[in-house]
C-alpha cells in the first residue's frame, strides 16, 4: 500500500484521494480552509446564502459526464434552467445557448462533501514544507508541525500556492513558472425587495464586471431575499486589490440600477470576496502532472484550463498515471 499526502481538499485533491482510496492506497488530504471544496464556495447567512465561488459547471466529454450522472442520481447537484444574458454598452438582451448548467445541491460544494466521507482529511491546515528524506517526505505545516512521512506528495492548490511548495529541480517547475493566475473580486448583495431584473443571470463585456447572477434563482438556494452575486474583471481587480467596500457596493447597485432601470432599493445583507488565483492565464503551456522520480504529483484546473471539468479530468489524468505505477 502507497501512502499519499494530497495538498488541496477542492475537487481535483478529493477526488484523486476518492480514485486513489478506491484502489487501497491510503491518502492522507490537507486543507487550509475550514471546509473542502475549494473554489466551490458558498456562505451562509442567518437568512440569505450566496455562491461566491464557481457559479455553475457544464460538461464537455463523455468521461466527465459519466460521472456527473453518478452526482445527479445521488442528488448531490442539480439543473440551473437559465438563460444567460449579455450586457454591452448598458443595453442586455437575452443570449440562449445549448449549455446544461449544473449546481451543487444545498450548496455549490456538495458533492465534494459527499465524496470526502470517509477520507482522512485535515481542515484548518496549511501545508507550508516538504522535507526530503531517503525516498519519502515529510510534511510540515505553517505551526512547525509534521504529520509523518508519506511516499508521495500531490500538489491540487491553487497553482502559486503548489509553485511555492515544488521542491526545486521537478520537471513542472519551468512551466509553472511561466503560468500564472488572475485575482477576482466577488460582492454579493440581498435586496429587501424584489427587483424587477428579467434576466437571472448575465455575461458583462463592460470591462469592470464580467458576471452577475441571482443566487437566488438557484435550486434549493434560500430565497427569502433576492440575492445577486457579481464577479468583476480579472483587471480591474488585479489594479484594485484593495477596493473598499464601498466602491464594491457602489459599482454593484450600479449594474443592478442599470438591468432593473430604477433604484433597486435597500439593501438587506452584503458580503465581498477576494480570490488571489481565480482563473489562470490563457496562455497554453503543457504542464506535466506526475515526476516519477521525485514522486511528487500535480492537478488541478489550472493544469488544464479554467473549469470544475478541468480540475476533475486532471485528477483523473493524475490518478490513471499513479495507477499505473502503484497498482
Known sequence: MTRFAIVGAGIAGVSLAHRLVQ????????????????????????????????????????????EVEVWHSNGWIKHWSVTPWVLERETFSPSPDDHVRYVGTRSMNCMVQEMSRGLNVYLNTRIDRLERQNDQWRIWDEHGEHYGMFDIVLLTAPLAQSLALLPSGTIAETSLRTSAMSPIWVYALSLKQASGIEADALFSNDGLVTWAAKNSSKPNRDATYETWVMHFAPQWTANHLDASEELLRHQAIHLLDVLAGHDVGPIHGSFRYRWLYARASSKEITIPQWDANMKIGLAGDWTLGNCLEDAWLSAQSLADQLLDFYL
Request: proline letters at 0%; one cysteine or more.
Open 23 to 66: 484502489s487501497n492506497h491510503d491518502c492522507t488530504v490537507f486543507e487550509k480552509s475550514q471546509e473542502v471544496g475549494g473554489r466551490l464556495a458558498t456562505e451562509q447567512f442567518e437568512d440569505w446564502q450566496v455562491d461566491y465561488g464557481t457559479q455553475y459547471f457544464t460538461v464537455r466529454t463523455s468521461k466527465f459526464m459519466q
